[in-house]
Each structure stands twice: as structure tokens, then as C-alpha cells.
């Protein structure tokens, strides 16, 4: 049996990924402000024998632990932030768990952060936390020089995007492994994706994830007014003769041979989306935002679940379009289409629109759905979001511990 210890355990993508691999654990401690996620993870695990709220008043056991893992808030390096870096509060935690590790000395430790740390300061943010974290050798080539302050580690380091691991989210995290004793370490190799995001979708979905139709022609025949309202929106604009190719059916031709243009920063100034596609609307009124569209695979989950899905109404189709308001209201209040239909009333008979559920969410995550959650549906969203991925949790403790 192992002993591990985490900090900003959050409802445990650590604890879930042990379990998959089926190695018996001793949790010295896991501590977790969030009094919501602290709910869902004794929900799931019980409660652990020594659980504080703060990592500031949590005490450092005595004897090393197997495992050390630690996520430290990434909302300090997120690109999505003001990117404040140690200037940020929530920045600093690094050091927090830097001093742990100090004074345990762990046979291992993990970090998870957001890809934006590399960039952090001009790139000096990450290099800060390489030399601190690596002192014996880095990526395996040896540190000649540490740092006065680095921890005597073998360190590793890359980048992982989850859809190369198995699960349908375009979804970048750095990881960082120590190693304390000098042993062979790979990070797992990229696989083919087979599994698809419809693959992840409920068949059963309830009413309240959907929008009215009464909403959806509210939303599509008033996106310059909601616009200039100042929701956040900003929508593409389609001319009257793409129509039919853009969203609509003429005589003959079926929903799926078409697409959306969805506004993008890119050389053409769209995405196409299409059958099986995710687009996410997170910071609507970006003009510098590209990648909206996922092809086949979800975006990056936030905390607040901002992607939604055009699901057929006839039963009888078993495929779902994933699309999110957002590029596709001015499209829809452009005009009739080539057959002379109206599209508004032509996507609302056809089509619901939804937002993901938070079980979707968290198979996302590639959480099983044993693991439930006893909080609101946005505590769970941001539970989700704020999580690992337990696939790619899972390969790196494969190949420390197996």
C-alpha cells in the first residue's frame, strides 16, 4: 500500500485514477478549500483522516510520501485570464507546495497547470518553477548548477492534450513529474482517438438542459438587438445566398451535407462546423479568438459548461450536431433559404438546442459514471471544469507505479 497526499484535491481525479489501477492507497491527507468540492469528494471517497481547507494551515507530514500531487490554481497563468502571474494571490500557491516537498522529500510528485503557464512573464514564470522542481536533472539532461533553493528531483515535463489519450476534449494541461530516485521515465505515448464526443452523450437527456423554442427564435430573429444590448454575443455575418449552403437544405439534399460559418480569427474569418462538431462560446465578443469548432471532439471544458449541442427531434436519427448559439443566430435571422422556408421554423421543428449535461461533463473528464455528485448542477459544471482528466492522470501513474 502507497501513501499519497494532495493539495487542491478538488473531487479527486488523483484518488479516481488509483482506483482504476486498481493500487491500494493510504490518503495521509487531501486538502481543498471549496467547500462544494470537499461535498462531492466525501461523497465518493469518505472523508479523509486529516482534510484541511487551507494550505497555508496544512502541516507537512513527517514521513515521505509515495506520491505527492498538487494542482495549484491555474487561474493566476490561465490565457483566458489577466494573466497576473505571482502578482496574483493564487499565484504564489507554487511555493506553497514547493516547501512541501522540501520537507517531505516524496518518492514522486505531480503538478497539473494550464498550458498558459509556459508563457507566463515571457516564459520566466515556468522556468522558475523547472529550476526550483528539477535540481538533479531536467527532461534528463543533468543540472550542473541548481538552483540554492531547487529540490533535489529528477524532473519531467511536457504538455498532454487529452484527445491524444483517449478521451474527446481538445484539452492542453502541463504536467510535471519529480522523480526523487534516478528511474527510467517516459511520458506515455499519443493514440489514435477512436471514441467520438456523440460517444459520451446521454440518450436521455431532461427538459430543464434544453432551450424553448419560443428562446431559440428569440435568440435567432434578434442577434443584432441582443448584440447591441450588449450580451456578450458577437455574430457572424453570412450573406442572403450562403444561406442554404450554411445552414438550410434545398430540395434533395440532407441536413448533414451542410455546415456553419462560426465567426473566427482565422485567414477566412470562420470555422466550418459540421455533423459531430463542438463549438464553444466562451468570451463571445473575442476578435482575436480562433478554434472554436472541435472537430468531432469537444473543446476545453470551463467552469461554467459553455458549449451546447443541436440535437435532431426525430428519434429515429441517432447522430447530433454540436453547435453553440453563438454563430449561428445571424445566420438563421438572415433570410429564407433556397426553397424558400423559413430557417428559423425550418432548426426549430428539426432540431432542439442544449447545453452538455454535467454527467457529459465529467465523461469528459473521463470520470466513470459511478462517481456522483450531491451539489447543484453548477457547482457541478465548475467541478468539472476545474478537474484533471483521469485517463491521462492514469498513463503517468501507470508508468511511475507499474
Given at each position: 500500500?502507497i ?12 484518488n479516481q485514477?488509483?482506483?482504476r489501477?486498481g ?5 495521509v491527507?487531501?486538502?481543498?478549500m471549496d ?7 466525501i ?13 497555508y ?10 506520491i505527492?500531487?498538487?494542482?495549484p490554481?491555474?487561474?493566476a497563468?490561465?490565457?483566458?485570464g489577466?494573466r497576473?502571474?505571482k ?5 504564489i500557491?507554487?511555493?506553497?507546495s ?6 517531505n522529500n516524496?518518492r514522486?510528485f ?6 498558459g503557464?509556459?508563457?507566463d512573464?515571457?516564459?520566466k514564470?515556468f ?6 522542481l528539477g535540481g538533479?536533472?531536467?527532461n534528463?539532461n543533468?543540472?550542473i548548477?541548481?538552483?540554492e533553493?531547487?529540490?533535489p528531483?529528477?524532473l519531467?515535463?511536457?504538455v ?9 476534449q481538445?484539452?492542453e494541461?502541463?504536467?510535471?513529474v ?16 477512436t471514441?467520438r464526443?456523440?460517444d ?7 427538459e430543464k438542459y434544453f432551450l424553448?423554442e419560443?428562446?431559440v ?5 434578434n442577434?443584432?438587438?441582443?448584440k447591441?444590448?450588449?450580451?456578450g454575443f458577437k455574430?457572424?455575418?453570412?450573406e442572403?445566398?450562403e ?9 434533395g439534399?440532407?441536413?448533414d ?5 462560426i465567426?473566427?480569427a482565422t ?9 459531430g462538431?463542438?463549438?464553444?462560446f466562451?468570451?463571445?465578443?473575442s476578435e482575436?479568438r ?8 469537444a473543446q476545453?471544458l470551463?467552469?461554467a459548461?459553455n458549449?451546447e449541442?443541436?440535437?435532431l427531434?426525430?428519434?429515429?436519427h441517432?447522430q447530433?450536431?454540436i453547435y ?5 443566430s445571424p445566420?438563421?435571422s ?7 422556408q423559413?430557417?428559423?421554423?425550418h ?14 461533463c ?12 450531491p451539489?447543484s448542477d453548477?457547482q ?5 471544469g ?8 492514469t ?7 507499474c
Amino acid at each position: 500500500m502507497i501513501k499519497v497526499g494532495s493539495d487542491f484535491s478538488g473531487v479527486g481525479a488523483f484518488n479516481q485514477a488509483l482506483i482504476r489501477l486498481g493500487i491500494e492507497y493510504d490518503e495521509v491527507f487531501a486538502c481543498d478549500m471549496d467547500k462544494y468540492a470537499r461535498q462531492t469528494f466525501i461523497h465518493n471517497y469518505g472523508e479523509p483522516k486529516y482534510y484541511p481547507t487551507n494550505v497555508y494551515d496544512r502541516e507537512i507530514p513527517s514521513e515521505p510520501l509515495d506520491i505527492y500531487m498538487t494542482s495549484p490554481p491555474c487561474q493566476a497563468f490561465s490565457l483566458a485570464g489577466k494573466r497576473l502571474g505571482k502578482e496574483d494571490k493564487r499565484g504564489i500557491l507554487f511555493f506553497n507546495s514547493h516547501e512541501f516537498i522540501q520537507k517531505n522529500n516524496p518518492r514522486y510528485f505531480i503538478f497539473e497547470n494550464v498550458k498558459g503557464l509556459l508563457s507566463d512573464n515571457g516564459g520566466k514564470t515556468f522556468s522558475e518553477w523547472v529550476n526550483l522542481l528539477g535540481g538533479k536533472s531536467i527532461n534528463g539532461n543533468p543540472v550542473i548548477f541548481p538552483y540554492e533553493d531547487s529540490v533535489p528531483y529528477h524532473l519531467y515535463w511536457k504538455v498532454l492534450n487529452a484527445k491524444h489519450h483517449g478521451v474527446p476534449q481538445n484539452r492542453e494541461r502541463v504536467f510535471l513529474v519529480g522523480i526523487r530516485d534516478d528511474k527510467d521515465f517516459r511520458f506515455p505515448v499519443e493514440e489514435h482517438l477512436t471514441k467520438r464526443l456523440k460517444d459520451v452523450l446521454e440518450s436521455a437527456v431532461d427538459e430543464k438542459y434544453f432551450l424553448s423554442e419560443k428562446m431559440v427564435s428569440y435568440l435567432f430573429s434578434n442577434s443584432e438587438t441582443q448584440k447591441e444590448k450588449g450580451n456578450g454575443f458577437k455574430f457572424s455575418t453570412i450573406e442572403n445566398d450562403e444561406i442554404s449552403k450554411a445552414v438550410t437544405t434545398k430540395a434533395g439534399q440532407r441536413m448533414d451535407d451542410n455546415f456553419l460559418k462560426i465567426k473566427s480569427a482565422t485567414s477566412k474569418g470562420y470555422e466550418e462546423a459540421t455533423e459531430g462538431d463542438s463549438i464553444n462560446f466562451s468570451v463571445p465578443s473575442s476578435e482575436t479568438r480562433r478554434g472554436r469548432v472541435g472537430k468531432g471532439v469537444a473543446q476545453t471544458l470551463d467552469t461554467a459548461c459553455n458549449q451546447e449541442i443541436i440535437q435532431l427531434n426525430n428519434p429515429k436519427h441517432s447522430q447530433q450536431r454540436i453547435y453553440s448559439v453563438d454563430g449561428i443566430s445571424p445566420t438563421i435571422s438572415a433570410g429564407n433559404d433556397g426553397g424558400g422556408q423559413n430557417p428559423v421554423k425550418h432548426l426549430t421543428n428539426n432540431y432542439k438546442i442544449r447545453r452538455l449535461t454535467p454527467r457529459e461533463c465529467f465523461r469528459l473528464m473521463d470520470f466513470p459514471d459511478s462517481f456522483t455528485w450531491p451539489v447543484s448542477d453548477s457547482q457541478a459544471y465548475k467541478q468539472a471544469g476545474n478537474s484533471i482528466v483521469v485517463g491521462v492522470l492514469t498513463k503517468i501513474l501507470s508508468i511511475l507505479l507499474c
